[in-house]
């Protein structure tokens, strides 16, 4: 971990982002964040107990997540999206031990969480997968009430729900989406008492009908939008603001370039501050001469490439400039060029992507 980048997370702006899902899902239905990627690169270390005590459980994509919360002393619902493979028998074993209620997507993922169940000697907790178009993970629509039933019939496995994910939700055009909800309303009168659920943070703000028991909010629990056609469907806050310091300025003069490839040539004598974030810390290098970062409340642009730990900023304008100031990468203002909605539209990705990749060598830190 790099100590001297920051990832300052805010509490409240996630407490704000809660309750603003809570208002717009009925008084029943149950939260659950989806806190996969070490909290899509916000840091479980920080946002745990945040998080804790507002929500109806987690949902983590590996077990190892799911058995680093029950770690942490989480005793509450903990769903894993993904198993335990193949030779991983005492991770499997884990799982049944610590009560984490797995994802049936398959028959052989049926069959491996059945023998772990048998080793331990007591019953596995599941949610049924349904593929209902997504093309992914999860059982044929035309499979799954006879799996459905066949779970049922096991001791030593206990189906206490049944979900779906959508391809398309967070598109205008809700055709497919709509599709899909019709298949997997086809199944849920055939499925008992389970806990059903299906959406994500798209259909969470643009699709009430599809809100079922319980709601898996990923995105917008961290204050982005899914996507841009979704932009003002809650007034999200953004939690994270990531911020270095400049550790070196520099005079280079009109004429002169930055950077390998030397792509950026200075017009006028110019001062160029070095920031110590590069594409190795997830700052995408096709933000080379693209993005800006904030020093002292003005704009500097980033120019020449991206390096692997490090990149240079224009100064001229800000005379004030100098080393150990505060540079602000990533500004907690959804309107500011460099919030991440910003920054993945530059670099041509999703707001996903953009904090997930900034996770791994920062340090995280709680405030308000
Ligand atoms: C990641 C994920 C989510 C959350 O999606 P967002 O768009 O971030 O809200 C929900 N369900 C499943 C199965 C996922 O993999």
């Known amino acids: 971990m790099k100590n001297y980048l920051t990832a300052s997370i805010s509490a409240s702006a996630v407490r704000h982002n809660i309750a603003l899902v809570r208002e717009r899902i009925a008084p029943g239905t149950k939260l659950c964040p989806v806190v996969k990627d070490d909290c899509y690169g916000h840091g479980m270390d920080v946002l745990y107990s945040v998080l804790a005590g507002l929500v109806d459980g987690f949902a983590v994509a590996s077990p190892h997540e799911a058995l680093a919360l029950r770690r942490r002393g989480y ?75 066949a779970i049922h019939e096991l001791a030593d496995v206990e189906l206490t729900g049944i979900y779906t994910h959508f391809a398309t939700a967070d598109e205008a055009d809700k055709t497919t989406t709509l599709y899909q909800l019709e298949q997997f309303r086809s199944i849920i009168p055939k499925a008992g008492d389970l806990v059903v659920h299906a959406a994500n943070s798209a259909a969470v703000i643009d699709l009430p009908e599809a809100h079922f028991d319980m709601v898996r909010l990923g995105i917008a629990l961290y204050g982005y939008h899914p996507s841009e056609g979704l932009a003002h469907g809650l007034d999200l806050k953004p939690c994270m603001e990531v911020s270095a310091q400049l550790i070196a300025v520099k005079h280079l003069s009109k004429g002169s370039r930055s950077g390998y490839g030397l792509t950026h040539e200075y017009t006028r004598d110019s001062r160029v501050g070095i920031v110590p974030i590069g594409y190795g810390d997830g700052y995408f290098r096709n933000l080379s001469n693209q993005a800006l970062v904030r020093i002292n409340g003005k704009d500097a642009p980033v120019c020449g490439r991206v390096s692997m730990d490090q990149m240079t900023v224009d100064v001229t304008d800000i005379p004030d400039a100098k080393v150990g100031d505060k540079v602000e990468i990533i500004s907690s203002n959804p309107a500011a060029p460099n919030s991440v909605e910003n920054l993945a539209r530059l670099a041509g990705t999703i707001p996903y992507e953009i904090t997930c990749h900034l996770g791994h060598n920062i340090r995280h830190v709680l405030v308000d």
């Not at 903990?78 to 209620?101: H, M, P």
């Not at 993922?109 to 772990?116: C, F, G, H, M, V």
């Open 75 to 149: 005793k509450g619902f903990i769903l894993c999206l993904l198993s335990a493979y193949f030779d991983e028998l005492e991770v499997q074993d884990d799982l049944v031990r610590q009560s984490i209620t797995q994802t049936v997507m398959s028959n052989t993922a049926l069959a491996s969480i059945r023998a772990a169940a048998e080793r331990v000697g007591a019953a596995a907790r599941v949610h049924l997968k349904v593929d209902t178009g997504m093309g992914r993970l999860g059982v044929p629509v035309g499979q799954a009430v006879d799996l459905i039933d």
